[in-house]
Every structure is written in structure tokens, then in C-alpha cells.
């Protein structure tokens, strides 16, 4: 063999022990490597065994072979899926910050600009996240005047559902139409008609960001490669869909921050939006400079309408599916309203702790649909630690509340409907801290988790309180299968609606 002369052959061998070595020691030294999931292709990953679809029940039966914490990956990314209870409250509460951040999400945040959702935890988040918070205990649940206006709201669309007589009404937009008036009612601090205007324009503004920002769309490629949003011609339609979308979002709210602000009285706050200008007018900066610019309240608005709208419009449509499958349900969730309560009552909040069969069904209900199955994803913020395991900073982390909310291990039967099981002997609610409560994660836990909570739950329970307490909801055409495993999924699953009408109680 002549040692002196290095041939092609010789050259590509080198290179490829170097590629093999380095490949193998980065793989050796990956932390994430150590994290059970299963078993995925070189370079793909587990993409060709991933349906966007249906990850949720995926995911459900992943998290069933491997246990507590499970990886997988999409191409070389690697995705942590947090599967059991204990796991995933000591990554949202005990471990701190380190799993607080966000993904970058270049659609969404190229249209809501400065949000709370889709904004990593910095000191912006912390700061929107505060405000916004307080804006809904000052003007949201329990407060006496959005009580009378909700009510208000309730007696219109009982008037308009009155007005149809026996006609077909479509589910969802009886829905949108109601949890938009109260939107707007908490934004604006007055009572809303069903067909206004501002109504309707948070509807279209809402249904333009959602198409710009689909999150199973072929596009999200643009959010996990943020720099390829600068190649317009890429994805064109995307671009023009996310444009259309800026355009409504800034028209929108520019109009009803300048209404708002030349009709604002620091002694007469009507509701949410005069509560922001309070503060951009109250809390400066180091600079001197408002710390809520103008930039700030659009992207609360923005938080209020999406957040508020599309989960409260599938909880609804889920509701709908339970009575109509189920109609011995709506019977004793009947029985319970007449024994309990006076026919002619318009119901309130104050009522509800006389309703426990009613309370134990909106928990199931809630159980049941999990409706955003791993939350919003998380991203670590720092190296990190769970369970034994390493993660190391900017890993993307998946909360699998849709598997603590249906582990049968805690859940007998977790995909049947079964309202009882929050009932205890006596016939009242169990309490929160009991397990069947614990293992619900569905609006999140810890500092990510969702402070509209309470304003989704009241309103939920308004809506369907009022609701049977006047009608028995009867099918029109056919009904749509109730099976939480088979809803398609899109960051939240999507229960089908369906025409029905409302027949006046004697
Ligand atoms: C049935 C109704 C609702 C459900 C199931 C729900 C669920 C959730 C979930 C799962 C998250 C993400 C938590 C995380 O990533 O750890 C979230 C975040 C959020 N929700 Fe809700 N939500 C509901 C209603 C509402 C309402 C009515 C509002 C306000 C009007 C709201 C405002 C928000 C906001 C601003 C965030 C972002 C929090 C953050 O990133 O720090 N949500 N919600």
C-alpha cells in the first residue's frame, strides 16, 4: 500500500468517520436522548408517524407506553410532552420560571404585536399579564353592574330565540352572538345588541387572525423558522392572509381606543378598555414613558376576543352535543332548576351554589372536551430538570392535559360522559382539591395559566342555566357524533355544531 498518495476515496472516508464521530457524540452528549418516546427515522423524526389532526389522542396513547415524561421529534427538534399530574405541576409551579416560555410564533405575533398568549414570560408578559388580570376582577364576574348587563344580554337572546318560533338555529352562531355581547359589554362597559356593529367586526377579526395564524397549516413552518417570514414569496397566501389580518386587528382597535379615550372619565370607568387607559395614563417607566402604550392595549384587546371567543364557542358546542345525546341530562339538569329556583328568575351567578347536579356537569363537561389538549406550548427558559431528566434551554414542552384528564387510572370510563362522578354522597360537588378536580389542567396551572378561568366558567354557566330553565333543545337534521377522541384538533379541538330548536317550557 503506498502510504504517500491520498485518494477520493480516502478523503470521503474521512469525512464521513468525522461526520459519524460528531453525529455520534452529539447524539451521546444529548441530554433528551435519556427521555423513553418512540422510536422516530433519521433527520424526520417522528414526523411521518405525527397526524396534526388527531395529535391529542396520539399523544393520549403515547403517554400510555411511556410514562410520566415522553420525547419526540420533529426533523432534529426535539419536543418534551409532559404526561402525568405531578409532572406537569412541577414543571408549571415548582420549577419557577424555567418552563415559562413560548415558541416563537411569528404569525401570530406579527398580528397581535405586544400579546399575553403567545408572548414569551419577560417583563412585558409579566407586566400585560397583570393588567389584564385585574381589569377582569374589576369589570368581569360577581361585579354587580356586568351582572346587569349580562342579564341583559341573556333576556335579547331569549328574545331573539323567542322571535324564530319553531325555525332551525344554528348553534355556533347563537354562541358567537352571545359571548361576543358579553365581550363587548366587559370591554366597553355598556349593553351590545346582537347584531352591532362592534360585534360583528370582533367576530370577522377574530375568524382573519385564526385562518393567518392556523397552527396545522403547512405554514407554521414560517414560525418555527421565523427568518424564512422575510421570503414573501414563500407562502404568499399566508402573507396576504396575515396582512389582511393586521390591517382589521389595527383598525379595530385604534377605533375604539380613540372613542374610548375622548369619552373617558377617571370618575366614571364603564369597563375594561377605560381601565387600560387608566393605567397608560397612571404607570410610567424609567423614562417617564407610559409602561401600556397603545401597542399594549391592542394586544389585550386582542387577548380578550380570541381567548374569550373560540374556547367559550366550543365549550357551548360541546354542551349542545351532551343535551342532545344525552336527554335525560338536560331532564335533571331541568328537575334540579324548577325544584330549585323560580320559574320566572333570571338566573345569576349567586344561584349557582344551589345547583350542584348543574356545577358537577360543567366540570365533567369540561373534563370530557379538554378542549385545548397540551395547553399553549411551553418552552424552556433556561437548562433544566423533571423527574431525573435533563432538558436543556429553548426545548419545546407539551402539557398532555387532555392525558391527565382522561388517565383511567383516576377516571373510570374517561370517554363517557358521566356528570356523577363529581358528585359525593350526599349529592354535592367535590371539593377542589379533590383528585378527580387535581388531574383537570385545562386552563393551565402557575403563572401561564388562563386568567380568564372564572369569567369562562361564570359564563358558561349563565348561558346553559338560562338557557334550560326556559327550553328543551330539540335536534333539527341530523346529530353529529359525540366522541372527544375523533374532534379534529387545532391547538384547540373543535366539537361539530349543529341546527336546533328551542321549544318553550310550559
Ligand atoms: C372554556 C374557556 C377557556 C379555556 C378552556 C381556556 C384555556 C386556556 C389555556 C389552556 C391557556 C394556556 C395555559 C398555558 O399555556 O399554560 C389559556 C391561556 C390564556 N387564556 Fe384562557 N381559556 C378559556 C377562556 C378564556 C377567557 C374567557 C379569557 C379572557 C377573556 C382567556 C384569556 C387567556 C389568556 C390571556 C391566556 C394567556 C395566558 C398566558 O400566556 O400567560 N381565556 N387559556
Given at each position: 500500500m503506498d502510504l504517500g498518495v491520498i485518494t477520493t476515496f480516502d478523503l470521503l472516508a474521512a469525512v464521513f468517520i468525522l461526520l459519524a464521530t460528531y453525529l455520534f457524540v452529539k447524539w451521546y452528549r444529548d441530554p433528551i436522548r435519556k427521555i423513553p418516546g418512540p422510536p422516530g427515522l433519521p433527520i424526520l423524526g417522528n414526523v411521518l408517524s405525527l397526524n396534526?389532526?388527531?395529535?391529542?389522542?396520539?399523544?393520549?396513547?403515547?403517554?400510555?407506553?411511556y410514562g410520566a415524561v415522553m420525547k419526540l421529534k420533529i426533523f432534529t427538534y426535539p419536543i418534551v410532552v409532559i404526561n402525568s399530574k405531578?409532572?406537569?405541576?412541577?414543571a408549571l409551579i415548582k420549577a419557577g420560571t424555567d418552563y415559562l416560555g413560548r415558541p416563537p410564533m411569528k404569525r401570530m405575533s406579527t398580528i397581535a404585536g405586544k400579546d399575553i398568549g403567545f408572548h414569551t414570560f419577560d417583563e412585558d408578559h409579566v407586566m400585560l399579564k397583570r393588567i389584564f388580570t385585574k381589569a377582569i376582577k374589576a369589570y368581569g364576574p360577581g361585579i354587580a353592574h356586568l351582572e346587569n348587563v349580562m342579564q341583559e344580554t341573556i333576556q335579547d337572546m331569549v328574545d331573539s330565540i323567542d322571535q324564530k318560533g319553531d325555525q332551525a338555529i344554528d348553534t355556533n352562531e347563537l354562541v358567537v352572538g352571545y359571548v361576543c355581547c358579553v365581550l363587548a359589554s366587559m370591554l366597553f362597559g355598556e349593553k351590545f345588541a346582537y347584531d352591532d356593529e362592534v360585534c360583528k367586526k370582533?367576530?370577522?377579526?377574530?375568524?382573519?387572525?385564526?385562518?393567518?395564524?392556523?397552527?396545522?397549516s403547512s405554514a407554521a413552518i414560517l414560525d418555527a423558522f421565523p427568518f424564512l417570514f422575510n421570503f414573501k414569496f414563500l407562502f404568499a397566501d399566508t402573507h396576504r392572509k396575515v396582512e389582511g389580518a393586521v390591517k382589521l386587528v389595527n383598525e379595530f382597535s385604534k377605533s375604539c381606543l380613540d372613542q374610548a379615550k375622548a369619552s373617558y372619565d377617571a370618575n366614571n370607568k364603564r369597563g375594561c378598555l377605560d381601565?387600560?387607559?387608566?393605567?397608560?395614563?397612571?404607570?410610567?417607566?424609567?423614562?417617564g414613558k407610559p409602561q401600556l402604550d397603545d401597542?399594549?392595549?391592542?394586544?389585550?384587546?386582542l387577548d380578550f376576543i380570541r381567548a374569550g371567543l373560540e374556547t367559550s364557542r366550543r365549550s357551548l358546542a360541546q354542551i349542545f352535543l351532551d343535551l342532545l345525546h344525552d336527554p335525560g341530562l338536560q331532564k335533571r339538569l331541568q328537575d334540579e332548576l324548577d325544584t330549585q329556583l323560580n320559574p320566572t328568575h333570571i338566573i345569576c351567578l349567586k344561584d349557582k351554589e344551589k345547583l350542584p347536579q348543574m356545577e358537577a356537569y360543567l366540570l365533567e363537561q369540561f373534563r370530557?372536551?379538554?378542549?385545548?389538549?397540551?395547553?399553549?406550548?411551553?418552552?424552556?427558559?433556561?437548562d433544566t430538570e423533571l423527574i431525573g431528566y435533563k432538558i436543556p434551554a429553548n426545548t419545546v414542552v407539551l402539557i398532555n392535559a387532555f392525558h391527565t384528564a382522561h388517565n383511567p387510572d383516576i377516571y373510570e370510563d374517561p370517554f363517557v360522559l358521566k356528570p356523577d362522578r363529581f358528585l359525593d354522597k350526599e349529592g354535592k360537588c367535590v371539593d377542589r382539591d379533590h383528585p378527580l378536580r387535581q388531574n383537570f389542567l385545562g386552563f393551565g396551572s402557575g403563572r401561564r395559566a388562563c386568567p380568564g378561568e372564572?369569567?369562562?366558567?361564570?359564563?358558561?354557566?349563565?348561558?346553559l342555566a338560562n338557557i334550560l330553565q326556559k327550553y328543551n333543545v330539540e335536534l333539527i337534521g341530523k346529530l353529529p357524533e359525540r366522541d372527544v377522541r375523533k374532534y379534529p384538533m387545532s391547538i384547540l379541538l373543535s366539537p361539530p355544531s349543529m341546527h336546533v330548536k328551542f321549544v318553550r317550557r310550559q
Open positions: 396534526p389532526s388527531f395529535l391529542h389522542i396520539q399523544l393520549f396513547e403515547m403517554a400510555r407506553k405531578d409532572a406537569c405541576l412541577e370582533m367576530h370577522q377579526m377574530n375568524t382573519r387572525q385564526i385562518e393567518a395564524g392556523d397552527p396545522m381601565y387600560f387607559i387608566e393605567i397608560q395614563k397612571e404607570e410610567m417607566d424609567k423614562d401597542e399594549g392595549i391592542k394586544g389585550l384587546l370530557y372536551l379538554s378542549q385545548a389538549p397540551v395547553l399553549l406550548p411551553h418552552m424552556t427558559l433556561r372564572l369569567l369562562a366558567r361564570s359564563r358558561i354557566f349563565l348561558f
